[in-house]
């Protein structure tokens, strides 16, 4: 199975701070890494597929990139409804797919 | 607009099985290009993939949960199904259907999650 290790687990910021999530790939997965967005109570959304591809309707301060088993998401300036947990997802061996521990950003 | 729902008891008893199912609503579950999961989350833990299904009736599992879960499709109802059995506390989660995109593009549409919750 294909492990997904993000880094950090929880990360403190402030409204229009520059913050970089990075998530590691236990082999190669190429581009097939996908990020997403959890708010309490609600279900994930995905931000970015295919490591850089930005989902339709979300801000472009989101931003992925990465291949091969390093991948980082960056969110140019932090606003107040970007804080919530973060998470990415390898679909290389889809329809088998694995998700990351998950990055709790939090308001400093 | 695609919209998915997941319904079925609330609680469920040690070693039974625990049954849901998601009804795809504004568009086909029949469709090639795309297939259908479930992921759970424990409370305070993060997401955990289950298992995925193709229209056809192909089924992929976790391995570590592939001896207790099945997942079927009924396409007349637009359906899917997720059944787990002998089910224990750990097994208490939310429960999230999801559709996934051709290509690896990522999970796209998902539902709002029903919690199940496993105790006597």
């Known amino acids: 199975d294909i492990q997904m290790t993000q880094s950090p687990s929880s990360l403190s910021a402030s409204v229009g701070d520059r913050v970089t999530i990075t998530c590691r790939a236990s082999?190669?997965?190429?581009?097939?890494l996908n990020w997403y967005q959890q708010k309490p109570g609600k279900a994930p959304k995905l931000l970015i597929y295919?490591?850089?591809s930005l989902q339709s309707g979300v801000p472009s301060r989101f931003s992925g990139s990465g291949s091969g088993t390093d991948f980082t998401l960056t969110i140019s300036s932090l606003q107040p409804e970007d804080f919530a947990t973060y998470y990415c997802?390898?679909?290389?061996?889809?329809?088998?797919?694995?998700f990351g521990q998950g990055t709790r950003l939090e308001i400093k | 607009q695609l919209q998915l729902q997941e319904s079925g008891p609330g609680l469920v008893k040690p070693s039974e099985t625990l049954s849901l199912t998601c009804t795809v609503s504004?568009?086909?579950?029949?469709?090639?290009?795309?297939?259908w999961g479930w992921i759970r989350q424990p409370p305070g833990k993060g997401l955990e993939w289950i298992g995925s299904i193709y229209y056809s009736g192909s089924t992929y599992y976790n391995p570590s949960l592939k001896s207790r879960v099945t997942i079927s499709v009924d396409t007349s109802k637009n359906q899917f199904s997720l059944k787990l059995s002998s089910v224990t506390a750990a097994d208490t989660a939310v429960y999230y259907c999801a559709r996934g995109t051709p290509a690896g593009y990522g999970m796209d549409v998902w539902g709002q999650g029903t919690t199940v919750t496993v105790s006597s």
């Open positions: 997802q390898q679909s290389y061996s889809t329809p088998h797919i694995t």
């Open positions: 082999q190669s997965i190429s581009s097939y």
């Open positions: 295919a490591a850089s």
């Open positions: 504004g568009g086909s579950i029949s469709s090639s290009s795309y297939y």
